[in-house]
């Protein structure tokens, strides 16, 4: 009897043009985190640009593959909620109140959570009704 763990033959091929994208992706994100912790302010806010239309890029790009369209698309939210809780703090106004007890920086609670209910759909609505679909994670 063969106790050895199946290898799924299903494979997930990502084209090189996508990979170096996401790879450069990774690099911008870096520069605009890297700027934000020193507070180069013009470089923080310049590199959200190409950080944020690369992440709408490689999500739409997946968008017929439901587990990385989900991701990608919380990833998307989460640099948009990234990026306005570090203009927040470069224009400080992120400890200033807004009202019912939050401040502007706690805007950024709207796309991160925006990412979470993306997540969750995935995990507790699309993927319990389609257990056949293959997952990329």
Not at 10 to 27: A, C, G, T
Not at 31 to 60: E, Q, R, Y
């Amino acid at each position: 009897m063969d106790t050895s763990p199946r290898v799924s033959t299903s494979y997930y091929k990502i084209p090189v043009q996508y990979r170096k994208m996401e790879n450069l992706h990774i690099v911008f994100w870096l520069f605009k985190d890297v700027a934000w912790c020193m507070g180069w302010k013009i470089l923080g806010v310049v590199m959200i640009i190409p950080t944020l239309v690369i992440s709408i890029i490689i999500a739409w790009r997946n968008r017929s593959i439901m587990s990385e369209w989900c991701h990608n698309l919380a990833i998307t939210l989460w640099i948009s909620a990234n990026s306005l809780w570090m203009i927040t703090e470069f224009i400080h106004l992120d400890t200033t109140p807004l009202g019912a007890g939050f401040t502007y920086k706690q805007l950024a609670l709207i796309p991160f959570i925006a990412g979470l209910i993306t997540v969750m759909y995935y995990y507790f609505i699309w993927k319990p009704k389609h257990p056949e679909e293959a997952e990329t994670m």
